[in-house]
């Protein structure tokens, strides 16, 4: 693949309904083929993608992932777009039979194992977290009453400011 890739694979791969998937646009991109025909060869094989290897994006989901990536903004499609999981791109490359998606699915698989390897190897994460929380929760329990104390003074000095007395002849 060529090294001067509009967006790097991993930037694809987005967490929708829990779970990393890759768009039928991005991968058809990667693929060089144009999405309708992805989606076509998908339809004429539609048995090889059950719901946890493919789904259609909900109108909200698709406003919401519009929203949050510029990307997709300049994106005008009739049509919610279809999400692949990790599975469902290992499906792909039996339904496209090219050598440019063989050599894509190769590369997409290699970054779902690095992203699972990184995750696998922050151990205690969660159980650091969870302490640190409740670290601050107890943090602010005891010193709540000091924080609003100073807050509380804070806007006492800015709505009505301490007169100074005046010095020397007036």
Known sequence: MEEKEVMPIQDMIYEIRGQKVML?????????????RLNEAVKRNVKRFPLEFMFQLTE?????????FAIFNTDTRKYKPYAFTEHGILMLSSVLNSDRAIEINVKIMKIFVQMRQFVLSQTGTNEQITELRKLLLLYIDKNDKRV???????????????????????
């Open 24 to 36: 039928d646009s991005d991968l058809a991109a990667l693929y060089e083929v144009p999405t309708y």
């Open 148 to 170: 609003n104390e100073i807050i509380i003074a804070l806007n006492n000095l800015i709505e009505k400011p301490k007169e100074t007395k005046k010095i020397g002849f007036c």
């Open 60 to 68: 909200e989901e698709w406003k919401n992932q519009r929203s949050q």
